[in-house]
Every structure is written in structure tokens, then in C-alpha cells.
């Protein structure tokens, strides 16, 4: 990030280099000329990042959950994301996942995610010369020419809205900018990647969930959604799309990945895939590791009643079966089957930070964004293609939505459709109505 330039330091050559080298982090300095050209080049495009789960990773903190002061990110945080490794990763901007898990059994959706809103405002709020509240596509470039990070706020599950377009009206206002429709849980009205697929995609009232978020200006987000459903919003969607944080599926075979079929879409929808970081999602030796992981847990829960020897036995097996790992060049490859099959103007980046537990080797925490352009300088990637994938494609992205909300706001007023109304009484949460 540019910081302001002091004066002073034109008239006292000293200081001028004493700053140099506290603005410049050791691990910058490099005689790898495809990470100085990288760095050089983050300089004059914002870096934008469509995921990272910290407000999750503040809620569940081991040692002061929910205590967003107590997570200091001046200081070495305990995972990925901290203020000194975004600065070294030279992020201008980042959406900041205010996920909700989708099996919450207590008292309904709206507690956990007002909870998770309160906590990401409140982490941004904390730190004011760092990090900038961001509503808009301009918001981003502004606080990017303010050496401020952009800090804007993504929804990650569309059970939240617990099936009301009032509540996701309510949400938008409160500073969600974008909404994935699903996490790994199938709703009543869009079928998830990881759950059975009920609907074959959206319903009526999920297309109507769709129409209400392009009149908004919302993203909608097809990360975690089933390609039923990915193929349901490209026919119906009024503004481009995005995947926050997916891989493709022709290069790891994973249901969270996006298919060749969907990523031809891309150029007539204009929407873009921020390729993720998710080790099971760019490396098929990991993804077919956590397949034998998750056979290993059948296994033993079918033939062990007791929990702790069940995961005794699990870690046991797992010694003796090490995990494989993947590697920035993986995803790497990611970004360029993405680039290959949608082309160069839909693809972004989406990290997960935060919200994995094993990264990439060479792509271990935040500050690692600038290796990952080092290495597609090195695949003979232009300047200006890398521009696009940093930033500029998710900025034309959201400049479009905004746009397009703005004349269907004039069309149309908001919705006040039910999913009774749409899908009849019966399709709620799968069973009669009483
Ligand atoms: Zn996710």
C-alpha cells in the first residue's frame, strides 16, 4: 500500500532511507525480479480479495471469543490475517465473509448473523487509519488512493434471509454486498454443492431472491451453490455474477469447483470467478485424501460407539497417511484454466483466509498475494491482464450491478413476494404444512 509521502524526507536523505526500510518489509526485499515487477505492479492497481472468514475466526477465537479488541491485528494474529501481513500482501481491498453456518438448530438465523455484522463493523471500525468501511465499486478506488484498505462486507449462506426478502432487504441496508445464496446446506428454495439436490436448482421464489438482489445492487454469489442452481441465476440474472471463492472443476474434481459448461457462460453473464486458495479445491491428490479421511470416519463410526476412540482411530490413520500438499502453481493453474475457458476479463482471486486450516504451500497467509503474480509474470502474464485479475474485473463487476440496480429501482418496486406464495405451502423445509 502507497503510504502518504512526508516532504521531509526529500530534504534529509537519511531518514528518507530509514523510512524506506520500515515501509519495506524483509520479506519484500527480493532480487526476484518477477516479485519486483509484481510489487510494482500492486502498487498501481488495487488487489482485491473476494473471501476471508476473520469475523468468524474472532467469534471462535480459543482464548477471547467474540472479543474483537482482544484479536489484535497490530500484532501477530494467530492465523492468517493481520494488519502488518496485508500490508505485505499489498491487499487494497478485501470482502470480508460474515459466513453463518447453515445448521443452526437454536434460535433462528438472524441472531448469529446480526452477531457476525456487529463483529466485522466492529473489527473495521477498530482500526480507522487501516482499514476503510466500503459500500460501493467507488468506495474501493477511493480508498485505495487513500492507502486505506476497502473493507466490505459479504454474506455467506442465503438461509440467513430464513426466506424473506424484507430480511435481505434489511441486510443490505446494514452493509452486505454480497449474498452467496447457499452454504454446504440444500434451502428451501436453491440446491447446494455439498447437500442433495431438491429443487434441481432454484425455485421460483430463489429466482425471485435473484431478481430482488439485482434490484438492490447485492451480488449474488455462486460459490457453494449446486451447478443446477449456477445455471438457474446465469438464465435469470438482470447483472453479472460472482463466485467468491471456487475453483475450476475440470482441473480437481470437487462439487465446490465450477464446471467447464458454467465457466463458458461467464463472457454473455460478464460476472467473474475469484479462483480460491482451498487446498481440496486446486489439488486432486488433496481432495482425494480428504475423500479417504471422510471414508476412514464412516468406517469407524459405523464399528466404534465411543468418541474419543473414534477420533483416536481417525488421527491414527491420518499418521500413517499424511496429507498431501498442494502449491501456489496449482492454483496458479486454476487462474489459468479460469482465463483459458471464460477468458481473462472473469477471473479474480478469493482467498478463504481464515477460513481454511492448511493453505497452499508458497500461499500461506495474506501477505503471500504478490508470489502468486510473480509466478503468472512468469507464465509471461501482461500487465494489463494481471490488472484485470487483480481487481479490475471484480471493480467492472460491481460497477455493472450498481448501474444495472439503479434502472431496475426505477422499474420495479421491491418485492414483497412470499415463498408460500411462489413455491406453495408444501416445499417449506421440505415437509407438509401443518
Ligand atoms: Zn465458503
Redesign the pocket.
Known amino acids: 500500500m502507497p503510504y502518504p509521502r512526508l516532504p521531509l524526507t526529500r530534504l534529509f536523505f537519511p531518514l528518507t532511507l530509514f523510512l524506506a526500510t520500515m515501509a519495506q518489509p524483509a520479506s519484500a526485499q527480493t532480487n526476484d525480479p518477477a516479485l519486483t515487477h509484481a510489487r510494482k505492479l500492486l502498487k498501481s492497481t488495487p488487489l482485491i480479495d473476494g473471501?476471508n472468514?476473520l469475523p468468524w475466526e474472532i467469534r471462535e477465537s480459543k482464548t477471547a471469543p467474540r472479543d474483537v479488541a482482544a484479536y489484535d491485528l497490530r500484532g501477530r494474529s494467530p492465523k492468517h490475517t493481520d494488519l502488518r501481513r496485508l500490508q505485505q500482501g499489498q491487499v487494497a481491498a478485501q470482502f470480508w465473509?460474515i459466513?453463518i453456518p447453515g445448521e443452526i438448530k437454536d434460535s433462528g438465523y438472524a441472531r448469529v448473523q446480526l452477531e457476525q455484522f456487529d463483529i466485522a463493523r466492529r473489527m473495521i471500525a477498530g482500526y480507522p487509519d487501516r482499514l476503510a468501511p466500503a459500500l460501493t465499486a467507488d468506495d474501493i478506488e477511493q480508498s485505495f488512493k487513500r492507502g486505506r484498505i476497502a473493507s466490505l462486507l459479504g454474506m455467506?449462506g442465503g438461509h440467513a434471509i430464513e426466506n424473506s426478502l424484507g430480511a435481505l432487504r434489511a441486510y443490505y441496508d446494514l452493509g452486505a454486498r454480497y449474498l452467496?445464496l447457499t452454504?454446504?446446506v440444500t434451502l428451501d428454495w436453491a440446491d447446494a454443492a455439498l447437500d442433495s439436490a431438491r429443487h434441481g436448482g432454484l425455485t421460483e421464489f430463489g429466482r425471485e431472491v435473484v431478481r430482488e438482489m439485482n434490484r438492490l445492487g447485492m451480488l449474488v454469489d455462486l460459490?457453494?451453490v449446486s451447478p443446477g442452481t449456477m445455471s438457474d441465476v446465469l438464465d435469470v440474472a438482470e447483472a453479472p455474477v460472482i463466485f467468491?471463492?471456487s475453483s475450476a472443476r475440470a482441473l480437481t474434481d470437487h462439487p465446490?469447483n465450477v464446471p467447464d459448461s458454467i465457466l463458458a457462460r461467464l463472457p454473455k453473464n460478464g460476472g467473474v470467478v475469484m479462483v480460491t486458495f482451498v487446498p481440496a479445491f486446486v489439488s486432486s491428490d488433496v481432495a482425494a485424501w480428504e475423500a479417504r479421511v471422510r471414508e476412514q470416519v464412516e468406517g469407524v463410526k459405523a464399528s466404534v460407539t465411543d468418541t474419543a476412540e473414534q477420533r483416536r482411530l481417525v488421527d491414527e490413520w491420518k499418521s500413517t497417511h499424511p496429507a498431501p500438499q498442494a502449491t501456489l502453481k496449482q492454483v496458479a493453474d486454476h487462474i489459468d484454466h479460469v482465463r483459458k475457458v471464460a477468458g481473462v476479463d472473469h477471473v479474480g482471486m478469493g482467498s478463504?483466509f481464515d477460513?481454511i486450516d492448511s493453505t497452499p504451500e508458497g500461499l500461506e497467509d495474506v501477505s503471500r498475494f504478490p508470489y502468486l503474480f510473480a509466478e503468472l509474470i512468469r507464465r509471461g502474464w501482461t500487465d494489463a491482464d494481471l490488472k484485470k485479475l487483480a481487481g479490475q474485473n471484480l471493480l467492472r463487476v460491481f460497477h455493472a450491478a450498481e448501474g444495472r440496480a439503479a434502472r431496475l429501482q426505477k422499474e420495479r418496486q421491491p418485492s414483497t413476494q412470499t415463498i408460500e406464495e411462489l413455491d406453495g405451502p408444501k416445499t417449506v423445509s421440505g415437509k407438509e404444512k401443518a
Open positions: 473471501h472468514d465473509s459466513y455467506e452467496t452454504h454446504n460459490s457453494h467468491s471463492h465446490r478463504d477460513g
